[in-house]
């Protein structure tokens, strides 16, 4: 899972833009991406439509992303072009608002989108990143991407002692002491870094990685359906708060002070 560059996180994100005229490669994941996917809005549907019926660049296989891939794509970071509407994303790519994923539709309707100009963090805390919309509605755009590999189909995690690691995003999740799995932001720091030999709270793309498009309650179990967990991303365009995110993929900014989930990796 890409991170932000200059954070020290694992992983930073790196774009090869130049390869391909339109498309973005990213190195980290893989994965081809339209450089500049357009801000149409499209029902769901017509969306998923839309990106396998292209034909780009001499490829075929174009479709809309899983959230987890869309997830990928979100820079902690914004691209300040405008320092009063900051766009999640690096640059490199002609992107911005919502875009459909391919995560699927709820029994009332409601499909699952990533926002990348994470619409009201410059003021308040009630901002997301992963939203839910109505499927039948122009919602979103739809951010074409394309992969050399197919999906993986094995099992995604596997459990050793106080470990989980996920083979997919290579990242080792760690339990926590139950006196330990609740706390302020500071509290969290600290849980995690006692826990040694690297380990740490994780990033916001990071955490919506393990928690989208629904948590793995076999390898996680006892994790409420309410709780938020804490991440490392703070947010620049409101000092003093950070990225939380639940289950199923809402986000929000909490303050330092807040009490969330401790979630650890490695």
Known sequence: MPNSPGLGMPNPESYDATSIPGVVHDRVTGLDWLQDPGTELYPRADALMRCSALSFAGFDDWRVPEFIELVSLFDV?????????PIYIAPTFKAEGRYWSTSAVTS?????????TADGCLTVTS???????????ALGGAF???????????????????????????????????TAQTGGYDDAVST?????????LPSITELLSLVVPILDKKAFP????????????GIFANPGTFWVG????ATRADLSTAHNRVQCVR
């Not at 970071?77 to 009063?84: K, M, T």
């Not at 009332?108 to 990348?116: A, K, S």
């Not at 639940?246 to 993929?249: K, Q």
Request: charged letters at 15%.
């Open 192 to 200: 995690c870094a006692s826990l040694g030999n690297g380990a740490r």
């Open 77 to 85: 970071v914004p691209n300040d072009a405008d320092p009063l509407s």
């Open 108 to 116: 009332d309707g409601l499909g699952r989108l990533l926002d990348f």
């Open 246 to 249: 639940a289950i199923g993929g």
């Open 127 to 137: 901002c997301s990143v992963g939203v839910a919309g109505k499927a039948s509605e």
């Open 144 to 178: 074409c991407v394309r992969s050399i590999q197919p999906p993986a189909t094995a099992a995604r995690y596997q459990s050793t002692g106080g470990e989980v690691s996920d083979l997919r995003t290579g990242l080792i999740w760690l339990t926590v002491p139950s």
């Open 222 to 233: 006892g994790w409420p359906a309410d709780a938020f967990a804490w991440s490392s991303s």
